[in-house]
Nanobody, 120 residues
Framework: QVLLVESGGGLVQAGGSLRLSCVVS???????MGWFRQAPGKEREFVAA???????YHVDSMKGRFTISRDNAKNTVYLQMNDLKLEDTAVYYC???????????????WGQGTQVTVSS
C-alpha cells in the first residue's frame, strides 16, 4: 500500500507564497510524482511532475511561479508556489506513478488533497 499525505495548504493573500509537501510511504525514489489541482466545478488539472532522477515538467501557464522538487531521503515531494493569484484557489493533490504524464489517469496513487485559498 502506498500512502500519500499532503500538507502546507492554507489561506494566503494574492501575491503571497506557499510550499506544499507530500510525504509518501513505500519505495519513493522509484515513483514519478505529480501535483494536480481541482477548483470547484472544474476538472482536475495537471500542475507539474518530477521523476525519481529529478527530471521535471511544469505546465507552461504556471512555469516561473510554481516549482516542483523532491527529497528522496525524506520521501517527500514539494510544490513551491509564488506570486499566488486568485485563480490558484483549489484543492491540490499529489500523485505517484511510473512516468511523467499530464493527466490524472496516468497516476496510480493519490493523496487526500490540501486546500489552497488565495484571497484579494
Amino acid at each position: 500500500q502506498v500512502l500519500l499525505v499532503e500538507s502546507g495548504g492554507g489561506l494566503v493573500q494574492a501575491g503571497g507564497s506557499l510550499r506544499l509537501s507530500c510525504v509518501v510511504s513505500g519505495i519513493f525514489s522509484r515513483y514519478t510524482m505529480g501535483w494536480f489541482r481541482q477548483a470547484p466545478g472544474k476538472e482536475r488539472e495537471f500542475v507539474a511532475a518530477i521523476t525519481g532522477n529529478m527530471n521535471t515538467y511544469h505546465v507552461d501557464s504556471m512555469k516561473g511561479r510554481f516549482t516542483i522538487s523532491r527529497d528522496n531521503a525524506k520521501n517527500t515531494v514539494y510544490l513551491q508556489m509564488n506570486d499566488l493569484k486568485l485563480e490558484d484557489t483549489a484543492v491540490y493533490y499529489c500523485a505517484a506513478g511510473s512516468r511523467i504524464r499530464n493527466y490524472a489517469l496516468g497516476y496510480d496513487y493519490w493523496g487526500q488533497g490540501t486546500q489552497v485559498t488565495v484571497s484579494s
